[in-house]
């Protein structure tokens, strides 16, 4: 786990099922990861929060009545480009996966998981990093596998020996300074080979990357 942050972020549920937002705020608060600052059952109220509150986090659901999660990122995004969010995810959302990144989520994490890994998951986003969850990974990974004599694997000898290295930490959720301890080399190292990777293979950001990189079958997990 990363080291706790100096100050907790300003967070925001969106969720429109009523006691699951509870629920979430009471272990949230409990634990002390985050200042819950507002809810939403849907995109439409998260927009309209949005004009009030100034949050750091978005924990936000995909499958949403009136405006879902999809276009509430698009717009929320669009109103605050520095806006961090994290999608909550189920199994079945993964038509959605590229569509979210491809708007700007920085992580995704199954509905399922435990307080521990959604505050990695808050902190990982919060430090400029990305996340997904480990379980969701192992999904994305064997839907992959069942594909893989339809999917020709992408030719990566433009991809260095050490880009490769730092490709495969990413993929097992590292975050930027934990791949400069394994891999004895300095953060800015890490970012620089980031920069690297997402140019290279033409991700916009570094869930993408991921995707690409699993989806291409360019790291071994």
């Not at 495969?168 to 891999?183: D, H, N, R, V």
């Not at 140019?199 to 990357?209: I, R, S």
Request: proline share 3%; hydrophobic share 40%.
């Amino acid at each position: 786990m990363n080291s706790k942050l100096t100050e907790k972020p300003n967070l925001i549920i969106v969720d429109d099922h009523l006691i699951f937002r509870q629920g979430l705020k009471s272990l949230i608060t409990l634990e002390n990861i985050a200042n819950i600052i507002g809810e939403a059952s849907n995109g439409m109220e998260l927009l309209e929060l949005l004009t009030q509150l100034k949050p750091d986090v978005v924990l936000m659901d995909i499958d949403m009545p009136h405006m879902n999660g999809l276009e509430a990122t698009e717009k929320a995004i669009e109103l605050m480009p520095d806006l961090k969010i994290i999608a909550f995810s189920m199994f079945s959302d993964e038509e959605y996966y590229y569509k979210m990144i491809d708007r700007g989520v920085k992580g995704f994490i199954l509905k399922t998981s435990g307080i521990n890994e959604l505050e990695n998951a808050i902190q990982n986003v919060m430090n400029g990093d990305s996340y997904f969850s480990n379980e969701l990974l192992r999904k994305i990974i064997t839907h992959y596998g069942r594909s893989a004599t339809t999917t020709k694997p992408l030719n990566h000898d433009n991809l260095t020996i050490r880009e490769i290295e730092v490709l495969q930490q990413i993929c097992l959720g590292l975050s930027t300074e934990e791949i400069a301890a394994k891999l004895f080399i300095s953060p800015k190292t890490v970012k620089s080979h980031k920069s690297n990777l997402l140019e290279k293979t033409v991700c916009k950001n570094t869930p993408a990357l991921i995707l690409f990189a699993i989806k291409n079958k360019l790291v071994d997990i």
